[in-house]
């Protein structure tokens, strides 16, 4: 079965960082295109970024100059660096394949905080 496990989230304060992963097994990792996706309570789940099983790279508006999406198909792990962290960066994350199937896992709490 496909298993994708985040891990990293935390809660940190404005300005902060934090560094998700998404340990992904049950795939051919690499010829995948991988997203990282969050939903804040209230809200839709919206799109952050995706990678190309090539390394292409896109970033949501909201997130672009502050994140970096990243993998290690040594490791079947996708990585996401968030820096300079907001308050409307609170959600929860999940990693998914970006072309589909979906399969959602339990996310990572990423709280922005005074």
């Known amino acids: 079965q496909v298993q994708l496990v985040e891990t990293g989230g935390g809660l940190v304060q404005p300005g902060g960082s934090l560094r998700l992963s998404c340990a992904v097994s049950?795939?051919?990792?690499?010829?995948?295109?991988m997203g990282w996706y969050r939903q804040a309570p209230g809200k839709q789940r919206e799109w952050v970024a995706t990678i190309s099983n090539g390394g292409r790279i896109n970033y949501s508006d909201s997130v672009k100059g502050r994140f970096t999406i990243s993998r290690d198909n040594t490791k079947n792990t996708l990585y996401l660096q968030m820096n300079s962290l907001k308050p409307e960066d609170t959600a929860a994350y999940y990693c998914n394949l970006a072309n589909g199937p979906e399969y959602w896992g339990q996310g990572t709490q990423v709280t922005v905080s005074s």
């Open positions: 049950g795939i051919i990792f690499s010829i995948h295109s």
